[in-house]
């Protein structure tokens, strides 16, 4: 199935719904059926491993990472990552669409096979294929992966939303305190300290919807409303942004400024990104706003699946071609970091302007 802007039906059925192409194969989400149809595919330059398999439903779900680019340390690093919240279909289908998109010009785009010969480039679709199967946000022991990290809010946290250990009846559960990490979250920890922080530079872009109606970019923190220690590089990311998309509709900001929670996982990666002083590691969060969808077409209350993806295949398509332009961007800003990354007084100069913009200017 093409993964394009001019496809006449949405891409993505109700969930549980299995790719009609697939009869008499093992049943799987269309996504993974897209995702695994890629795999296939692959040439010689990329790598493929599967980082886990998840046993739900009479089903083995794998977890896929493709990689692309070079490995060496010096050389700047991007992952995009999908389907954390598997009701978030959208987030899964916008890195499948990049995904695609790379693939496709890796065999005639001479500008792309120069931009992997200086960056590595990582895509982990879907993170949670199990609540992607079942249409839910926890993973199919119930859990919420992005409250499950070993993170505690420092601050009060809005009950249940801000994450909790009552049951895994309830949405938003972090599982056990006694607990390891889900399989899945520890597969994308896994995936992000070997393919991104072995790298003196990396950028993590974590796709998502449900969230208002505007697009927004988030950054950490989400356990506290203390600025981070990069908030300098990010503010120059935001900037190039602004420079280069000067008609962009995307909100950047701490994703403190709207709520604070509990066991964020990128808050905990990001932590230990900072454990060697030399590295930068820039994590992100896509937070595309479904309420749009909703507002726009307000049949989708009645669907589960329509309060978090564009159910229309127009709309999609716009969502998917939008998204996929962002990440580029993001693929590369990271490639020519060195040509933004702040240094010395410009450093200080972004430091403040930072502050200024999302902290109320009270002092770093």
Known sequence: MPLSASSPRSLFPPA???????????RLPVELQMLRSYVDRLDSRAEARVMGEVETAGQ???IHVIALGNPAPDAPAVGFFGGVHGLERIGA?????????VTARLRWDSTLQRQ???MRMVFMPVVNPGGLLHGTRANPAGVDLMRNAPVEARERVAPLVGGHRLSPRLPWY??????PLQSESAALCAVVEEELLSHR????????????????IWFPYAHTREPIAHLAEMHALCDILDQTHQHHRYVFEPQSRQYLAHGDLWDHLYRRACEDPQRVHLPLTLEMGSWLWVKKNPRQLLSLQGLFNPLIAHREARVLRRQVAWLDFVGRAACGHRGW??????RDHHQRAAMQRWYGGKPA
């Not at 530079?201 to 927004?216: E, N, P």
Request: charged fraction near 25%.
């Open 16 to 26: 549980g719904q299995t790719d009609p192409r697939a009869a008499g194969k093992e």
């Open 60 to 62: 083995r779900l794998p």
């Open 93 to 101: 289908a916008v890195v499948i669409a990049f995904l695609h998109s």
């Open 116 to 118: 992997l010969e200086l």
């Open 174 to 179: 972090r599982g056990r305190a006694d607990a």
């Open 201 to 216: 530079f990396s950028i993590a872009v974590d796709c998502h919807s449900g969230f208002g109606l505007s697009d927004r």
């Open 341 to 346: 990354q702040p240094l010395g007084a410009e």
